[in-house]
C-alpha cells in the first residue's frame, strides 16, 4: 500500500512511524495530532471518523490554498540539516 503512495509524497506531509508504517497527507496529519497529545489528540480522534478519501479531499484543498492564506517564507528550508535531525522524532 505505502507503494501506491509514494507517487504523492512530494506535495505532502510524510510520516515514518516507529513501526516503519509510512503516512501522507491525512494520515500523517492525524497521526502528528496524535503524537502532540491533549486536545488535538481529542482533534484527530474526531477527525479519523471521516472516510480517508473525504479527508484527502480536504487535505488537498489545502495544501492548494495554504500559500495565499498562510503566506509563503522563502528563508524556510524543507530540509532538515544534519545537526537537527535528532530532534525530530522518528
Do not use: N
Amino acid at each position: 500500500m505505502a507503494e501506491d503512495r509514494r507517487a504523492g509524497l512530494p506535495d505532502s506531509v510524510v510520516v515514518l512511524t516507529r513501526d516503519g508504517e509510512l503516512l501522507v497527507r491525512s494520515d500523517a496529519f492525524l497521526h502528528t495530532f496524535r503524537r502532540l497529545g491533549g486536545g488535538w489528540r481529542v482533534l484527530a480522534a474526531i477527525l479519523s471518523v471521516v472516510p480517508r478519501g473525504l479527508r484527502d479531499l480536504v487535505y488537498d484543498f489545502v495544501a492548494r490554498i495554504r500559500y495565499r492564506v498562510f503566506g509563503k517564507r522563502e528563508d524556510r528550508c524543507p530540509i532538515v540539516p544534519v545537526e537537527m535531525r535528532a530532534r525530530f522524532d522518528p
